[in-house]
Every structure is written in C-alpha cells, then in structure tokens.
C-alpha cells in the first residue's frame, strides 16, 4: 500500500505545484493514521453485496408495478419514472461501492503502482523544463516498512535559464507598430527567468492588442514562438505573420447598431421600432427607453473595432439586470471594411416574488429568519429596479442586564428602494464610469428591534451611488441618510443602569431618547477574497461617516427649536471613520493563516455629547474576541462591569467605545472532510474620549488594556453554509487590577462559547 509520498531538492518553484502533477495519492490520513482507511475495512468486513443486490431487485419490482398501472394518468407516469431513476442509481451505488462505511467514511486502499509512479517522474521532469530547466533531473525511490510502500521523487533542479534576448519579426509594418506602442505591457523581459506561461500569457496579449485595434479577423494561429537555447543562452523570436495568402490582415471600422427584444415574442405582441441616434431599437414586451440602452453600447460609427470595447457591452447590459442574455453578433463587409454589430437580449420577467428561509446571527445565539421581495424591473421604462422587502428574524441574544441569561431578539424590517443604472444628478459623470456599473439606489426603511431591555424603532431613508472597479473594487457614497430612531419601551431595570450612569457622568441614556440623525457615509472595499478556495487573498474596506452634517448648518438655538417642535430629546451630530484590514495566506494546500487588523474611530462633538447607539463600537463575541460576551469588553481597564461571584461567565453590560483596536489571528485547518478546525488569538478593546470615569479613557498607557484570549473551534463546512463553534478563554483582562491581568491559569474552567453562521473574519 502506498503509505507516504513526497518530493525532495525543490528549491524554485512551488512544491505545491508540483504535488498536483503525482498520478497516485495515499489514503488520507489524521497525525499520520490513515482513519478512511480503517472505516473502508471495517465498513467491508461487514459488507452483505446480496443484501443490496436483493433490495435493489425489490425497489425495481415494486416500482415496475406502480408503472404498469399508472399508463392512464401521464403526470403520474413521468413523477415515478423520475423516481425510479433516482433510486435505482442509489440502490446500484450501493451495491457497486458498499456500505456508509465504504462510501461515506471511508476511501479504498490505495496500492501502489510503479508505472503511474514513472509517469509521475516524467510529469515532473516535463514541468521543470517549462520552468527554464533544461539540465534538471528526477529520479525516485521507494522503501518497504511492513508492506508500506514509502515513495520520494528527487529532484536535481540544474541551472535556470533566463531570457537573454526577445525579438518581436513582424512582416507587416502598422501591426508591428502596435505591439511596440505597447511593448512596455509585455510578459517577457531580457534576464527574467524563462517561463512558458508567460509566453502563453504574450501570444494572449498581442491577440487582444491586435483585436483592440480593429483586426476583427485576427487570429493567435498567426503568431508563433521559436526558442533558441544554445551558447547557453536562451533567445525568445516572436513572429507574426501575414494571411496565409500573404496579404496584409484588415482592419475594419463600425457601422450603427441593430438591438433586437424579445424578437421571439413579435408574432404575439406589436413590435416597437425606434430610431436614437445611431441604433435601431426593436421591443415587443416592456418598451426600454432609447436613450439609457444607447449609454450602455460603446461601439459608435466609423471608429475601429475593439474587443475590449464588445466585452465592455456585453458586461454593462447584462449588468441592467433586465435580460436573460444579451448577444452581439456582427455581420462583416469584407469590401467596404466595416462591420454591422447586432445586438439580440431576452427580457426577464417584469415582476418576481422571492423568499429566503435561513438561520442568522449577530453576537448572539442563532435564530430563524424570512423575508420576502417583490422586484418590479424597468420600474419607470429606464432599466430602473423596484424592491420591496420585508424580513423578520429571531435570535438568541445576552441579556443587557441580567447575566448569564439568554433572551430572545424579535428584527423586523420592511425597506423599499429603487435603483437607476447610472448616477442621478452626476450626468457628466456617467460617460467616465460607464464600465464601473454606475448606480443610484433611493431606499425608504423601518425597523423594529424587540429585547428584553428596550424596544427600538428606526425609519431611515437613503440615496446612494455605488461604483463597482473590475472584480475586486467597490465604492459607494450616501449624499443622503437620514434616520427617525424612537425607544417606546425601556425595561425598568436597564432605565436603573442607565440612570445609575448618568450620575457617573456617561451620557449613553441619551442614545435611547427620540432623535434624528443625517450622515453622509462613503466606503471603499478591495477584496480577492473567495469563499471555498484556499488562495493567497486580501480584504481591505475604509468606511467614513459625517454624522448630522446638515445641523451643522444650524445655531445650537436653531438646533433646540427643532428638537422641541418635533418632540425630540437627542440630536445627533458627530464623524466616525473605520479600518478594516484582512489577509489569508495559505499553510499547505488543506490550512490557512488568516489575520484581521481593525481600528475605528469616532468623535461625538455635538451638544449632547452622544451618537446613536448603532454607530458606537464594540468589542467582544463571535465576530471579535472571542473570550469575552457579546459587547461586553471594555472600555479600557474599566472594571465595574466585571461578574459577581454569584454571576455566571461573561460581563454584565454592554460597552459602547468611540475608539477600536482589534487584532485577531486564525489557523484554520482541514481535519476530515466537510470538519474544519481552527486555533486562534483575538486582541483588542474600545475606549472612550472623556468619560467620568478616567478608566474608560484612552490615554498613553493605554496599550497595556488591550485584551488578549485564545481558544480553538470546530466548523462544518457544506460550501454553501459555514457553521462554527468556537472556545474562547481570557489570557490577559486589563479590567483586573494591575500585576493580575494575566488570568489564563484561572479561565481554563470558565470558557467562552461562540455558536455562529460563517468565517469571523
């Protein structure tokens, strides 16, 4: 059995690489025991092949029987026929692969075989010489433990070969100008190390340089390669040739647009003919205005043809959101030179109901949600978007004041929002953004929050434009954000700990008065990040919000009128700006090492001297550090928070900060199928500007009340859901008193239990 596999002597090029090339693996194995493999013997020392073979026979007959006696009824027929089908092929999968253990649990014993062993050492030879090692060596070896086979290739990597001259033969002089207008773009450089992907990667471009510049024919079959490796030197000659009959390649120019909708449906409807511009439009079902379908095609008469600008087309109308497909299609005059682009795009249905079931959570317990949208598209005959939401949602959350006690969060909300595909009141915008799908989103929300502690009510409206940059860059600027927040209902005992505050100086009883607030907010996200692939990836997103930018405009005399006329108590106004910054860098091809850095901060200036609640920050919970309850680190080495002997686990109330610092450190790991396991040190705390208390405050000293816990999880990862389960235990408490923060010997039997829904970070 072939027991152990690996390579030796890489020292240039990634061994992980490498691995995919090996023609045979051994089983998978857990601290070097192959546990499928045991399940797969185990599982097969109790195999019964008749008795699947016989259960198998006893579903095809019962289900024959059924079949025969339902010709009558067609729908019937079809619905067993499927169900025959489908159990059938599991019975036989049963009878072919055995039993749970066998299938399920287990994997067959993978015996070695030598000639797959060759053809592994020839794979790995081949690709070393691909990588400019033409000298290189493999060689393998096997040795025999117990009838254990364990096999090593070795490797004997030669020297490396680097470019030492490229030269670019181009029989015709206007393409020759071309690649040398862009030669500064190229993948090959003189004394970079050879690399045939990159030469694949140069064939591409010129191509896309040639098709960008009006050769709509143009073909990669007419540029070739020739490498010279002698006198030690390697010499890279591009050339690019002429049509086989030796003429030159054309290039050809643009004529109006043809745009065809729902052309299948024109023998059932009338057919709307328009003329804008350059572009004949013909619609039959939904009437899309001219002008916004003509800003979306960036192909205009008498200009050369671009790839680049036909892609961009495609993207933009498919980004409408109001087409099944969109194709574009040309039709070539090969005399005059140009080519007719014809456009043919198929509606989506105008409305649609959609409902998602799911379990969500927040800092707390996970709970069930629902919602159900109603999308009415090309709303106003523009391309517009019209959602209407609805949601509720329940969940498990920490009582604000009654320790160890879990209550149940009623979330419910109705939002409304319209979206038009491109930038209201930015016109001479649109033209330069066009390929950044534009957008403006007006958003009309309430939300209802039912805890134990409070009832919460917030009517928002919003304008926002939002830009999305190629695959990994978003942008998004609200102008407009205005919020109506009511409290109807405050539980008596937390009207005491607000109360009980407020003679302490804090001012957070004020963010449960009536208030509005207006804020302007942009946010900026970068992110290579892909949910189920192990990749060297990053996460970055930079958030700023002017908080009641507009009662700025406003005399605090003005600003007291106000409150009084609209019966508010609170008016906020203040800026808060956040830094959240993530990397994943893979270990080995099952294990990563994930980091978070996030700092945030804020400045409440106002009169009242408060923000609203939802805008302060918190440390603490499944999503930040881990060994503290939900919201309940902080701030600073604030210690009237901390648990009574009578109390169990955990912090009594939430703490709001205006300062965030959080480090967070993961090792996340494959341990046997969809079970993932991780190990993880979280950091981090909030502080206040100028509490009363002073221990609140951020101050010099303040590094040594960064919090530190550790702690290790299990995930179960179906691809489609992450559910995690995590144990944090506080390393270092700055609320303790100095010289006994450090509390890990006395944590270990007081751990932290996080149950959430996904990665934190």
């Not at 540029?223 to 030159?248: K, M, P, Q, R």
């Not at 949910?531 to 002017?546: Q, T």
Request: with cysteine; glycine share 6%; proline share 4%.
């Amino acid at each position: 059995m072939l027991y152990y596999q690996a390579i030796k002597g890489v020292k240039s090029v990634p061994k992980e690489d490498l691995q995919l090339l090996f023609k045979q693996r051994p089983n998978k194995q857990i601290f070097g025991v192959p546990l499928s493999l045991y399940m797969y013997n185990f599982g097969k020392s109790r195999l019964d092949t008749l008795k699947f073979i016989n259960k198998r026979d006893k579903i095809k007959a019962e289900l024959d029987t059924l079949l025969n006696a339902s010709y009558t009824d067609s729908l019937k027929h079809v619905k067993l026929l499927a169900k025959k089908e489908k159990k059938l092929k599991k019975a036989q999968e049963k009878v072919d692969k055995g039993n749970f253990f066998m299938r399920v649990l287990g994997s067959k014993p993978v015996v070695y075989d030598s000639t797959l062993a060759k053809n592994t050492q020839k794979q790995l030879a081949a690709y070393y010489k691909t990588k400019g090692f033409f000298t290189d060596k493999v060689s393998f070896k096997t040795d025999t433990i117990a009838d254990l086979i364990f096999l090593n290739y070795d490797v004997k990597e030669g020297k490396r070969t680097k470019y030492s001259k490229i030269n670019y033969i181009v029989e015709d002089g206007a393409i020759k100008r071309h690649i040398n207008e862009y030669l500064d773009e190229s993948f090959l450089h003189q004394n970079d190390w050879y690399d045939e992907d990159n030469i694949i990667k140069e064939r591409d471009r010129i191509e896309k340089i040639l098709k960008n510049n009006g050769y709509f024919d143009f073909s990669k079959k007419y540029i070739a390669f020739e490498i010279d490796t002698t006198n030690s030197e390697c010499i890279v000659n591009c050339f690019v040739s002429n049509l086989d009959n030796g003429l030159v390649h054309k290039t050809y120019k643009m004529d109006s647009i043809q745009f065809d909708i729902d052309q299948s449906q024109s023998s059932d409807y009338d057919i709307d003919t328009t003329i804008h511009k350059d572009m004949l439009l013909t619609q039959t079902l939904f009437f899309y205005k001219p002008k916004v379908l003509r800003s979306k095609i960036q192909f205009y008469p008498n200009e050369l043809y671009s790839l680049a600008k036909l892609q961009l087309t495609q993207r933009t109308l498919s980004q409408l959101e109001m087409f099944r497909f969109v194709n574009i299609n040309f039709k070539k005059d090969t005399l005059n030179k140009i080519i007719k682009p014809y456009i043919s795009a198929s509606s989506l249905s105008k409305y649609q109901i959609s409902d998602e079931l799911g379990f969500s959570i927040s800092q707390g317990v996970p709970g069930p949600f629902g919602s159900i949208t109603f999308t009415d598209r090309n709303a106003l005959g523009g391309c517009e978007v019209f959602d209407l939401s609805l949601r509720a949602g329940i969940e498990g959350v920490a009582s604000q004041s009654q320790l160890g006690n879990i209550y149940t969060s009623y979330d419910i909300g109705a939002t409304a929002s319209l979206t038009f595909p491109r930038l209201l009141s930015l016109v001479n915008l649109n033209s330069i953004f066009v390929n950044n799908n534009p957008r403006t989103r007006f958003s009309l929300g309430y939300n209802f929050i039912l805890r134990p502690e409070y009832q919460r009510t917030n009517t928002r409206f919003a304008m926002t434009y939002t830009l999305q940059k190629g695959s990994f860059k978003s942008f998004s600027l609200s102008l407009i954000d205005f919020n109506y927040i009511r409290s109807p209902r405050l539980d008596p005992v937390f009207v005491e700990y607000l109360d009980r505050e407020r003679l302490n100086g804090n001012t957070l009883y004020r963010t449960f008065q009536n208030a509005i607030f207006t804020n302007l907010n942009f946010a900026y996200v970068y992110n290579t990040f892909q949910l189920g692939k192990n990749k060297k990836s990053v996460f970055f997103r930079i958030y700023a919000e002017p908080g009641g930018t507009w009662l700025n405009l406003l005399t605090k005399n003005q600003i007291t009128d106000l409150k009084n006329q609209f019966g508010l108590q609170s008016a906020f106004i203040y800026w808060k700006a956040s830094v959240d910054l993530r990397g994943y860098l893979p270990i080995t091809k099952k294990s990563t090492f994930a980091t978070r850095i996030s700092i945030g901060v804020a400045n409440p200036y106002g009169a009242d001297g408060v923000m609203p609640y939802e805008r302060y920050f918190f440390s603490g919970g499944s999503n930040s550090n881990r060994a503290w309850s939900p919201r309940r680190l902080g701030p600073g080495s604030f210690s009237g928070n901390l648990p009574t002997s009578d109390d169990i686990g955990g912090y009594k109330y939430e703490q709001p900060g205006v300062i965030l610092l959080e480090l967070n450190e993961e090792y996340r790991f494959k341990i046997y199928k969809f079970f993932d396991g991780a190990f993880f040190v979280d950091a981090g705390n909030v502080w206040a500007w100028n509490d009363a208390d002073k221990s609140k405050n951020i101050k010099p000293e303040s590094i040594s009340e960064i919090a530190i816990g550790a702690g290790a999880g299990v995930r179960l990862d179906f691809s489609f859901l992450i559910v995690r389960l995590d144990t944090g235990f506080k390393v270092y408490d700055p609320a303790q008193p100095i010289g006994q923060r450090w509390v890990a010997n006395k944590q270990l039997d007081k751990p932290q239990w996080n149950i959430a829904i996904g990665y934190p970070f």
